[in-house]
């Protein structure tokens, strides 16, 4: 089959917000203990946390990290897990119905967050707490000194503020299962009063206000326009969450699901842009898809046996089909850029992670950890605005789906313009024709290619360079247009300066 492109320098969709690569770590499973956290493994620095697992997480390049949940937070009182160790209580945690012991909290989070080059993005208790506890967090953690709670983070060792800028009020509060859910109108109201106090703490934050918990919520987009008609003047963000997987067993109606994830970055916009006109306001609410990922185990319940302390759970081994649908939701984010500033991969390591380690033992990288590498490292810049020609297919959900899946992002600063591109035919390689003349006399840098023979293989403690980038993909450049050979169900990074 083949494809073509057209990418002009000076048409331009936005600029990328780095915090489009941010990640999450939430207190479930062996996310925070066992992941980040292990003192006594062999690579643990003095404050326990594994080196390995910080080496590569910042290879990775995440600006920004939500925590501490999720589910998580919504039961959570921040002051557990603040002030000397041994102080620290275990409590029943009832988002996961395990013991949490609070050996990490705050400021063992914010510690690691600067060894791993990222910024934190708080969450707020918004299901047993409201209000009071938020603004008090935001003074212990943001207010320099001379009042109570931020003398505390003092007497904690901590004399700087940790001045966090971004803070999500609340965790998925439309669903069921959340611990304190509401409905949209409850919600609204103490996104709106939680978020006023929060801000006349610290009137420098952004707010993050929780929209659907997935495009297939009974109450969405009803509870997008509610939340925002009532919280509008004091939130920047509306949060999206979106989880796929392919337990159906189709790879193409799979592989076309970034589709699903487009309609509902343009709905969720297109609802935010209704609330501002209805009320005439001069502000354009900007998007965070601060959960996002390839799920298999989403839906099975919490460990079996309640109360154990970090147990394994939601451990999904990647394959290399998840790798590349991973890719398509970078791409389609990307192709958001002007609205999606922020996006979080959920999570970040062991739950639902691309990095996985043992405890006690060795680290790996899955699947999905090269896409997300390859975009982190090389999708910094602007979107431009590409004209795409490619054959379709229909699939079970989905019609006219393009086989190829396309962004690219221009560099200023390097002059270096990349294109991520999925061939989305499970058969057939696509000759790709790139007219890139606008760039003048130009050459192609590299060309990353990942691919395998089996769609279902994965990398594993034992095996863990089954599917790994390579670069050497079929690129030339002649007189201003790239041609490319990009394989069957490949993922592929073709450079240009
Ligand atoms: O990321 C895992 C869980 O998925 C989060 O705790 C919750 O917000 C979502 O349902």
């Not at 109570?148 to 069921?176: A, V």
């Not at 929209?211 to 919280?231: H, I, K, N, Q």
């Not at 759970?313 to 958001?336: N, S």
């Not at 006219?400 to 396309?406: C, G």
Request: net charge negative; with cysteine.
């Amino acid at each position: 089959i083949r494809s073509h492109m057209l990418i002009d320098k000076h048409f331009a969709v936005s600029a990328v917000d780095p915090r489009m690569y941010g990640s999450f770590i939430e207190h479930l499973g062996r996310a925070v203990y066992g992941g980040i956290y292990e003192p006594g493994h062999p690579t643990a620095d003095e404050n326990g946390f594994r080196r390995d697992a910080l080496e590569a997480i910042r290879a990775l390049q995440v600006p920004i990290i939500r925590y501490p949940g999720g589910n998580f937070v919504s039961g959570y009182n921040w002051e557990d897990g603040v002030g000397p160790k041994s102080e620290r209580k275990r409590k029943l945690e009832l988002a996961w119905w395990t013991t949490e012991t609070n050996a990490v909290g705050t400021n063992e989070f914010a510690d690691w967050a600067k060894l791993a080059g990222s910024e934190v993005m708080m969450a707020v208790n918004l299901g047993t707490r409201g209000p009071d506890a938020a603004r008090n967090l935001v003074e212990y953690c943001n207010h320099p000194s001379g009042s109570y709670y931020s003398d505390l983070r003092i007497s904690h060792g901590y004399r700087e503020p940790h001045r966090f800028k971004t803070w999500c009020l609340g965790n998925e509060m439309d669903g069921p299962w959340q611990i304190g859910a509401k409905t949209a109108v409850e919600y609204g109201r103490i996104a709106n009063e939680t978020g006023k106090v929060m801000r006349w703490v610290d009137p420098t934050i952004e707010l993050v206000a929780c929209g659907s918990s997935s495009r297939g919520m009974p109450t969405f987009a009803e509870w997008e326009a509610t939340v925002l008609d009532l919280a509008y003047d004091q939130v920047d963000y509306l949060s999206l969450h979106a989880y796929y997987n392919n337990n159906a067993g189709d790879t193409a109606n799979f592989l076309a699901s970034s589709l699903d994830l487009d309609q509902f970055i343009g709905g969720v916009a297109s609802i935010a842009d209704y609330v501002q006109a209805k009320k005439r306001s001069k502000k354009k609410i900007m998007l965070s898809l601060d959960e996002w990922n390839v799920w298999h185990s989403i839906g099975t319940s919490r460990a079996s046996e309640r109360w154990q302390i970090a147990p394994p759970e939601f451990e999904d081994a990647y394959t290399f089909e998840d790798a590349l649908a991973v890719g398509c939701y970078l791409i389609t984010m990307l192709k958001h850029a002007d609205r999606v500033k922020m996006g979080c991969l959920a999570q970040l390591i062991n739950t639902i992670a691309p990095i996985m380690t043992e405890t006690g033992g060795s680290l790996w990288l899955q699947t999905t950890y090269y896409p997300f590498l390859h975009a982190s490292n090389y999708g910094r810049g602007t979107v431009l605005q590409s004209v795409v020609d490619s054959p379709k297919y229909d699939a079970k959900d989905f019609t006219d789906v393009p086989y190829l899946e396309s962004v690219s992002v221009f560099d200023e600063a390097q002059g270096v313009l990349t294109i991520f591109a999925v061939n989305r035919h499970l058969e057939e390689s696509m000759a790709l024709d790139v007219d890139v003349r606008s760039f003048g006399d130009a050459r192609v840098l590299e060309h990353i290619v990942l691919e395998s023979d089996d769609l279902k293989a994965t990398n594993t403690k034992t095996a863990p360079n089954r599917v790994v980038p390579r670069t050497g993909g079929e690129s030339k450049i002649d007189q201003g247009r790239v041609q490319a050979v990009l394989g069957r169900a490949s993922w592929n990074v073709i450079r240009i300066a």
